[in-house]
């Protein structure tokens, strides 16, 4: 066996035919003779066969939950920072459409209904109004952007909507508890949403309706590309976008089928309209998810970014402003009967 130290961070060893490969940060271990690659903490890769495998899954594992857990306070510290500005008049097609949303469920009046990832409360003031006899049970884990949904309702004198701080891959709340549910651009934020929509269906009674909503694939576009292609330009990788795996009528209609939900309808909508100028272009990305994108720019570059990237979007202003894209895929499905 032959040890080599690379690198102060790389440790291979030759031994016979195999080539191992351990890296303390963790990355990778690779095994030339069994095609491995498994990442893993310490020079413990020094083992083979199934210890290695099982280390090596059991070190991923741990890996990909402490990068979810990482990127799920990144979310909820990114919406928490927007919530104030959420409901700025630019980012209008939020209660447009979950006006929409409600209207899909086809309440009778009395139901309690579920809204997954209420935000400031769009979706559940959209369906206070279907419901005089009814409840609306509205989850969300941002403190902040419940703080502005409770002033909303205050504002408007609803007594039938009831906020509570949650997590929506550990709704506490009874099974079949609910008669219908709701999430407006709410599950594509989990990695699993089939395990999500389920979880949601689990909260619901059998026969009950769930309906989702989320952006069409071209939503926002070309605005967004030009966004992240200037990103890009200042060393900011590409995210993927994560509504764009729920981005077409089958990709949705696929999503409500793998949760087990029956009589699946799927429709589109489109709830564009014409933005005042590039300024309010601003106001979009600047309020709602995107923000997690700008701060990772220092103060100085957004600065720059801004004032590049809205003169790229001007010239695209015509006699009636600017057109934002905003075409909404909704999806709904029935709970089957147990
Ligand atoms: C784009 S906003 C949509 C808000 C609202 N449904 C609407 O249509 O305006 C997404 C919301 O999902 C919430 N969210 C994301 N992940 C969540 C989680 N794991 N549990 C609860 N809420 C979550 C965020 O805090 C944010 O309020």
């Known amino acids: 066996m032959l040890v080599i130290i690379a690198a102060p961070t790389l440790l291979i060893v030759l031994e016979g035919k195999n080539v191992r490969v351990a890296h303390p940060a963790g990355i990778y271990f690779y095994n030339s003779n069994e095609r491995l690659r498994y990442p893993l903490v310490g020079y413990t890769s020094f083992y083979s066969g199934w210890t290695c495998r099982l280390m090596g899954i059991a070190i991923l594992t741990l890996r990909m939950s402490m990068?979810?857990?990482?990127?799920?306070?990144?979310?909820?510290?990114?919406f928490n920072t927007v919530a104030p500005a959420y409901d700025h008049?630019?980012?209008?097609?939020?209660?447009?459409?979950?006006?929409?949303?409600?209207?899909?469920?086809?309440?009778?009046?009395?139901?309690?209904?579920?809204?997954?990832?209420?935000?400031?409360?769009?979706?559940?003031?959209?369906?206070s109004a279907h419901l005089p006899r009814g409840q609306v049970t509205a989850i969300d884990f941002s403190a902040g952007m419940l703080a502005r949904a409770h002033e909303k309702t205050e504002a408007q004198g609803l007594r039938n909507i009831r906020f509570v701080e949650m997590d929506m891959q550990s709704l506490t709340f009874a099974p079949g508890q609910f008669d219908a549910a709701v999430s407006a651009f709410g599950i594509f934020f989990v990695e699993d949403m089939t395990a999500q929509l389920r979880h949601i269906a689990g909260k619901v009674r059998p026969g009950?309706?769930?309906?989702?909503?989320?952006?069409?694939?071209?939503?926002?576009?070309?605005?967004v590309e030009l966004f992240l292609r200037r990103m890009e330009a200042y060393g900011i990788e590409r995210p993927p976008l994560s509504w764009k795996r729920i981005s077409s009528d089958e990709k949705i209609s696929a999503l409500l089928a793998s949760a087990g939900l029956e009589n699946i309808e799927v429709r589109c909508l489109d709830h564009g309209y014409y933005l005042r100028d590039a300024g309010?272009?601003?106001?979009?990305?600047?309020?709602?998810?995107?923000?997690?994108?700008?701060?990772?720019?220092?103060?100085?570059?957004?600065?720059?970014?801004?004032?590049?990237?809205?003169?790229?979007?001007?010239?695209?202003?015509?006699?009636?402003?600017?057109?934002?894209?905003?075409?909404?895929?909704?999806a709904v499905g029935v709970k089957p009967a147990a």
Not at 67 to 78: N, V, Y
Not at 98 to 107: D, G, Q, T, V
Not at 208 to 223: C, K, N, T, W
């Open 89 to 127: 008049a630019a980012l209008r097609f939020f209660p447009e459409s979950a006006r929409h949303l409600a209207a899909c469920l086809a309440l009778q009046g009395d139901e309690q209904v579920l809204d997954v990832a209420c935000g400031t409360g769009n979706a559940a003031l959209a369906l």
């Open 280 to 330: 309010d272009w601003w106001q979009v990305v600047w309020n709602a998810g995107f923000r997690g994108l700008l701060n990772l720019l220092t103060p100085i570059d957004r600065a720059r970014f801004q004032e590049e990237h809205l003169a790229e979007i001007q010239p695209l202003c015509g006699s009636e402003g600017l057109w934002l894209d905003v075409k909404v895929l909704y």
């Open 208 to 223: 009950g309706r769930i309906a989702v909503s989320g952006f069409y694939e071209d939503a926002f576009m070309p605005l």
């Open 67 to 78: 990068e979810q857990r990482d990127r799920k306070e990144m979310i909820k510290e990114t």
